[in-house]
């Protein structure tokens, strides 16, 4: 079954402190990575997106992911993370198909301490 | 920048009641997706709707749900006889033509059923 697994449901950080939250994937196939943000009280938006090519996505606000084919994984990082980065982050995957619709991860709770 | 833009922000209903959850899609696109997201769960894939039919739904998507685009801006979501457990926060997304496009979403509609 097609299923997307985050492993760090709740992270606490300082700011400054370095980030990066786990996001793996089940199925081998041709698949686009994404992951979104939900600042409280706010819509889902797109932080960064995978298709083809370079494996390392840059994204907005200083974001970035790395898809490791042979992991099925696509984390996402962040060298230096500041007091308003705190949201919730999800992972999706689009495994294709007529609709392609997402499959979205449970979600990582980010706080970040000023 | 287009958005996808979602009415009521909040919709309280009394249980058994029918309720509809709107949705204004970015103009040009052509897919048209419902996910749904309980309280502390994950975003879940409702329905899809592409050239003017379902294209896909969920197991979730049962007789109880409906989905229409009355008038070629709109895309409702139709909600008969709610229950408690309906409770949860819809998100609307579009996207446009080809797989490598990503899904953008409203800021969704929170559905509290009493």
């Known amino acids: 079954a097609q299923s997307v697994s985050q492993h760090n449901h709740h992270v606490i950080l300082s700011e400054a402190a370095s980030l990066e939250l786990g996001c793996n994937y089940s199925?081998?196939?041709?698949?686009?990575l994404f992951w979104y943000v939900q600042y409280p009280g706010q819509h889902l938006q797109l932080l960064l997106k995978?298709?083809?090519?370079?494996?390392l996505v840059k994204g907005i606000k200083g974001f970035e992911a790395e898809f490791i084919k042979s992991k099925f994984s696509f984390n996402l990082r962040k060298p230096s993370v500041q007091w308003s980065d705190t949201a919730e982050y999800f992972c999706?995957?689009?495994?294709?198909?007529?609709?392609?619709?997402?499959?979205f991860g449970t979600g990582t709770l980010l706080a970040v301490q000023p | 920048e287009p958005e996808v833009t979602q009415t009521p922000s909040h919709q309280v209903t009394q249980m058994g009641q029918e309720v509809i959850l709107r949705c204004v899609p970015i103009?040009?696109?052509?897919?048209f997706y419902w996910y749904r997201q309980i309280l502390g769960q994950k975003v879940e894939f409702l329905v899809s709707?592409?050239?003017?039919?379902?294209?896909?739904k969920s197991e979730i998507f049962d007789d109880q749900f409906s989905v229409e685009r009355p008038d070629g801006s709109n895309f409702t979501l139709k909600i008969r006889s709610t229950k408690l457990e309906d409770s949860a926060m819809y998100f609307c997304?579009?996207?446009?033509?080809?797989?490598?496009?990503?899904?953008?979403f409203g800021q969704g509609t929170r559905l509290t059923v009493v």
């Open positions: 995978y298709f083809s090519g370079d494996p």
């Open positions: 199925y081998g196939g041709t698949v686009n």
């Open positions: 709707f592409y050239n003017n039919e379902i294209s896909e």
């Open positions: 999706a995957v689009n495994y294709g198909g007529a609709t392609n619709k997402l499959i």
């Open positions: 103009s040009n696109h052509l897919y």
């Open positions: 997304a579009s996207r446009g033509q080809g797989r490598n496009t990503e899904a953008f």
